[in-house]
């Protein structure tokens, strides 16, 4: 019998994502991770924590298609940095290559909500305790994890394209709207593993999503976004 899972992702400090498609030296950040991010994190998680790859194959069958919602805090600041950065050389003993480029940076306060829908609850609430990053290299993150209800659903991401969200100002005025890659439903492991040879599928789509956050204030170079739910039909 499947149930949901609520995770706490708390960040040590920033949190960065850069959105699909967005080149790495302009590399704009959503405040909420793709559902995709947040499945193949937790598949990595439970390889590294057990040192079994098998074991990361059965946790990547149990959360692929499994309904996922990631929930905002309060209040979130998105920050714009030029920065100088050191890139690692594809040249085995090459030095390493300067660069400089844009990075948007996420000030969360408090921490993101993941509610999870699996039939392995105990399982896979293991894989949210081994999390220790989300997003670019320096995004730590500690997690704890519980069995819970059903989301609020007037504080999940909305498709752009969801026909049922009634059309209004409370519901598309100010709000943020950000691109998110998901799995497709009939990949496999073999399809996302770096190491798999002969890949061929290609295991992303992504679509618009409509986030329960909606334009504060700005000043120039940051933007606060404020929390408001989503007016559902009755």
Known sequence: MSGWLRAELQFASFYSYRMPQLSPQYALASPLPSP???????VDAAIQQTGSVDYGRQ???WVKTAPLF????????????????LKKPKATGASFVQSTGVREYCHLNGPLEAYLKVPQSQEVASAFSWLR????????????????GEPPLELCWKKLTDQDLPINGVNYERRLVVALTELRPE???????PYSEGRQRRPFTQDS?????????????????RRKPFELRV
């Open 70 to 85: 990631i929930l905002p805090p309060q209040q979130v600041s998105v920050l714009k940095f030029f920065i100088r950065r």
């Open 209 to 225: 999503y409509l986030l329960p956050l909606v334009l504060d204030r700005r000043g120039e170079n940051w933007v606060l976004y």
């Open 59 to 61: 946790v990547f069958e």
């Open 187 to 193: 990949v496999d492991f073999d399809d996302v593993n």
């Open 133 to 148: 990053r989300l997003g670019t290299s320096d995004s730590l993150l500690s997690a704890t994890v519980r069995e819970t």
């Open 36 to 42: 995709a991010s947040l499945r193949l994190a937790l």
